[in-house]
């Protein structure tokens, strides 16, 4: 069965501080996704990692995916209070469908 | 810009009734999906459905589920007899492929089941 884990669950920071969330998953696979929903609502796509190596930076945020090591990253730099969310990670199942399966979330609250 | 849309928004249930919940996926996808979330927990696979019929579902996914796309564009989740504990927030997600694109989702749909 696929697991995908994610930490911290939990991360408190500073605006303007840089931090990274790991995302670890355990099959082969080489599509990652990134999410962010904000509370009641629905899920976001931030960003779409389709094989090793892929990196990809939208505004504050920058993802990475290593399918060697089973890894994705979300760096966060210089954070903001408009980042504060949940982030998810999801990786596709090696089926034919290819169905996404979800990490727990990491829950981001940026102090000023 | 297309977008999954769910109806109702809310819907409040008595325990032992039926519900349905509907989807509209955008219009040129090819692959639908439910999932489920929980307050504020994790977001729960519970079936996929392609070419009309199930390609996958999850042990969550028991004989009291059932989806169907009646019309070809409608896609919707039955729920036969809810439980409490089938309270949460539902979501529908299309694909256009399983290659290389990503799911979008609706807004959900929040189940209280009472």
């Known amino acids: 069965e696929l697991k995908v884990e994610q930490n911290p669950l939990f991360l408190s920071m500073q605006e303007g501080k840089n931090y990274t969330i790991y995302c670890n998953y355990s099959?082969?696979?080489?599509?990652l996704y990134w999410y962010r929903q904000d509370p009641g609502k629905s899920l976001e796509s931030l960003f779409v990692?389709?094989?090793?190596?892929a990196v990809k930076q939208e505004g504050r945020l920058m993802a990475s995916l290593d399918t060697k090591a089973r890894l994705s990253t979300l760096h966060i730099t210089a954070a903001v209070h408009d980042l504060s969310a949940t982030y998810f990670c999801?990786?596709?199942?090696?089926?034919?469908?290819?169905?996404?399966?979800f990490g727990a979330g990491t829950r981001l609250t940026v102090k000023p | 810009e297309p977008e999954v849309t769910q109806t109702p928004s809310h819907q409040v249930t008595q325990m032992g009734q039926e519900v349905i919940l509907r989807c509209v996926p955008i219009?040129?996808?090819?692959?639908f999906y439910w999932y489920r979330q929980i307050l504020g927990q994790k977001v729960e696979f519970l079936v996929s459905?392609?070419?009309?019929?199930?390609?996958?579902k999850s042990e969550i996914f028991d004989d009291q589920f059932s989806v169907e796309r009646p019309d070809g564009s409608n896609f919707t989740l039955k729920i036969r007899s809810t439980k409490l504990e089938d309270s949460a927030m539902y979501f529908c997600?299309?694909?256009?492929?399983?290659?290389?694109?990503?799911?979008?989702f609706g807004q959900g749909t929040r189940l209280t089941v009472v």
């Open positions: 999801a990786v596709d199942m090696p089926s034919y469908n290819n169905d996404m399966r």
């Open positions: 997600a299309s694909r256009e492929g399983v290659v290389a694109t990503e799911a979008f």
């Open positions: 219009s040129n996808h090819l692959y």
């Open positions: 990692l389709l094989s090793n190596g």
């Open positions: 459905f392609y070419n009309n019929e199930i390609s996958e």
């Open positions: 099959t082969t696979s080489d599509r």
